[in-house]
């Protein structure tokens, strides 16, 4: 099992920049891949972003694309999402994902491809 805290979620000003965290702990030597997935009231969750632990690549939905940047600490099991330049529209609640189970099959945007979740951290933006 593989559990996951994220933080860094808060009130921030449209243009304004927030960096959330995702510490996972538990059988992190399987994770294949870490997501940040969102949901707004009213909404399906999400796809933002996704990082590949094999080979650290990195992937995007367009609305963030060139505002958001993911990394990854492996040596502290730590996943961040840098957000710039955020928008009324990325007020959502964030949620951190892994996927702990092999696979050949690389499919990052998809809330089914995950195995485990954390309980997200609220950003709202205000305009």
């Known amino acids: 099992q593989v559990q996951l805290v994220e933080s860094g979620g808060s009130l921030v000003q449209a243009g304004g920049s927030l960096r959330l965290s995702c510490i996972a702990s538990g059988r992190t030597s399987s994770v294949v891949a870490f997501g940040w997935f969102r949901q707004a009231p009213g909404k399906e969750r999400e796809f933002v972003s996704a990082i590949k632990m094999s080979d650290d690549n990195t992937y995007y939905d367009d609305s963030v694309k060139g505002r958001f940047t993911i990394s990854s600490d492996n040596g502290k099991n730590t996943v961040y999402l840098q957000m710039n330049n955020l928008k009324s529209e990325d007020t959502a609640v964030y949620y951190c994902?892994?996927?702990?189970?092999?696979?050949?099959?690389?499919?990052?945007?998809?809330?089914?491809?995950?195995?485990?979740w954390g309980q997200g951290t609220q950003v709202t933006v205000s305009s």
């Open positions: 994902a892994v996927r702990a189970r092999h696979t050949t099959v690389i499919y990052v945007r998809s809330t089914m491809w995950y195995d485990y």
